[in-house]
């Protein structure tokens, strides 16, 4: 544990900021990525999908070249008001059995975690069916995906990916006397519109919502959080987001009921134009032409002129995949008095660009209760030395049972 520790703590200091341009550190952090590689015996090596990005491939073999895709992203978010920061945001301070910085938890800690089950399956000599194959890419902050696409496209290891495991989910939640774990499942996809303002549209942004088809994720969801009839009957209905609001009113990490029943609308006016953005959920995302009319008209807009700026699929992976079915079976035993629930979240990732290629992915980056997530892209964001434990334990469980 003390070698991962270290390894985060210098990761974190490298600035892996896409907007820094001459000050960033993506060249010297990949190849201290690839010298921890080396030095743990793992087939490694350096790709370059954009200039002065490199990205970081690791592999260990199985029986089959069918593989498990461990996968994670070097870049991270801004630091706004780093004064402000308890220590120094690229310090990778250890203090107060934490490790501080930006990038501890999104998502420097999570490279650490797979560079250590990668070294622990080759130390072990697991006797692995499928191969595990580790990509820690750039470019997902700005929500490019350059990095990822280039790999898919571009390395013979990607041919061989048929599922993969990445963040966006295990974030601890309660409803009522029962603790819950997330799995990402699946993104909202996008419809950007833009329409003339001709200065009689003065209202300031705001957000607006419109009906949405509930996904099969979260049918399960509420099947799991909500007693049989009143799971059925609630599909859908304010009852079900009263019932849930109410249950988990007591829980120090929520989820965002809203985003779970709703095609979220975000709406930004100035003087000459008016852009509304729909969130669509993936069992509404065929349906586009339909919620296009359906938004311009709720917004009165629809005699404008108006353009389409954007539009980015929904995506969203089975709930019947056996890689789902061994993260809940690896919760079940290794997290006694947790449940799993599936998460069709608001925020994007790499998994989008892999879920188009067909390929399952599923967000999983499990930490406890109480631990420091709200503070992802914010102020002071740190990792528990205990925590980053808590996730290497499990995750190694999973890709275990799942490639053996």
């Not at 009263?242 to 979220?264: A, I």
């Not at 006016?269 to 953005?277: E, G, L, M, S, Y």
Request: glycine share 6%.
């Amino acid at each position: 544990m003390d070698q991962a520790v270290r390894i985060l703590e210098r990761l974190i200091q490298f600035k892996t900021v896409d907007n820094l341009d001459r000050n960033s550190d993506f060249e010297t952090g990949a190849v201290y990525l690839l010298k921890v590689a080396h030095q743990m015996g793992l087939e490694s090596r350096l790709e370059l999908p954009v200039p002065n990005k490199p990205a970081l491939v690791a592999k260990v073999a199985g029986r089959s070249e069918e593989s498990l895709l461990l996968l994670a992203h070097l870049d991270v978010a801004p630091v706004d008001h780093p004064s402000q920061w308890k220590y120094p945001p690229f310090g990778g301070q250890l203090a107060g059995q934490a490790i501080w910085g930006r990038g501890a938890i999104d998502c420097k800690g999570l490279i650490v975690v797979w560079l250590t089950i990668l070294q622990l399956l080759q130390d072990l000599q697991v006797p692995l069916r499928r191969s595990v194959v580790m990509m820690a890419t750039t470019d997902e902050e700005s929500g490019d995906g350059l990095g990822i696409r280039w790999l898919l496209d571009s390395t013979p290891e990607a041919e061989k990916v048929s599922c993969a495991l990445n963040e966006g989910g295990g974030y601890p939640t309660q409803f009522g006397q029962r603790s819950f774990i997330t799995c990402q499942v699946g993104e909202k996809g996008l419809i950007w519109l833009r329409a003339c303002n001709d200065g009689s549209i003065s209202f300031q942004s705001k957000r607006v919502h419109l009906p949405a088809t509930i996904p099969t994720a979260t049918h399960r969801l509420l099947e799991t959080l909500l007693p049989f009839p009143l799971s059925y009957v609630c599909h859908g209905s304010m009852l079900a987001k009263l019932s849930l609001s109410w249950l988990q009113r007591c829980s120090p990490q929520k989820l965002d009921l809203e985003s779970l029943f709703h095609q979220q609308v975000e709406i930004s006016v100035d003087q000459n134009t008016v852009d509304p953005k729909l969130r669509i959920l993936p069992s509404d995302d065929s349906n586009s032409t339909n919620l296009r009319h359906q938004l311009l008209q709720a917004l009165k807009l629809e005699n404008r002129p108006w353009q389409q700026i954007d539009q980015i699929p929904a995506t969203v992976s089975s709930l019947n995949h056996p890689l789902y079915h061994q993260i809940e079976s690896t919760v079940n035993s290794a997290l006694p008095g947790f449940g799993l629930i599936p998460h069709v979240t608001s925020g994007y990732s790499d998994s989008q660009y892999l879920r188009q290629n067909g390929i399952p992915v599923f967000g999983f980056f499990p930490l406890p209760m109480g631990s420091p997530i709200t503070n992802t892209h914010r102020l002071n964001e740190h990792l528990k030395v205990i925590d980053l434990r808590y996730a290497l334990e499990i995750l190694l469980e999973i890709v275990i049972g799942y490639c053996t």
